[in-house]
């Protein structure tokens, strides 16, 4: 079992930069993929980035390469989301997920965070 909890959300101005991290419980956090997802009004939840259990393997979006990058710390258990370059669009919440394996496609994911909202004004 892994509980994860996001944070690092909050209101900035377009062209801005964030930094969310997702903390997870447990011992076995290092044997995980971890993704993260991000859910807008109205849309359906949507692919971000992803990594790998050692952190050699990262994965994004198209509409954010270049822009964010996943990266992990087994000794904190915990995974972050930096964001630069914030675009209204990116406006949503994002969750944080836990899986066997890395994956873009949520339903391989088999634990998931509350969500932290991000917003981003032009």
């Known amino acids: 079992q892994v509980q994860l909890v996001e944070s690092g959300g909050g209101l900035v101005q377009a062209g801005g930069s964030l930094r969310l991290s997702c903390a997870a419980s447990g011992r076995t956090f290092s044997s995980y993929a971890m993704g993260w997802f991000r859910q807008a009004p109205g849309k359906e939840r949507e692919f971000v980035a992803c990594i ?50 890395v994956r873009t496609a949520s339903e391989m994911y088999d634990y998931w965070g509350q969500g932290t909202q991000v917003t981003v004004s032009s």
């Open 52 to 101: 790998s259990w050692t952190g050699a393997r990262t994965y994004y979006a198209d509409s954010v390469k270049g822009r964010f990058t996943i990266s992990r710390d087994n000794a904190k258990n915990t995974v972050y989301l930096q964001m630069n370059s914030l675009k209204p669009e990116d406006t949503a919440v994002y969750y944080c997920a836990a899986g066997q394996v």
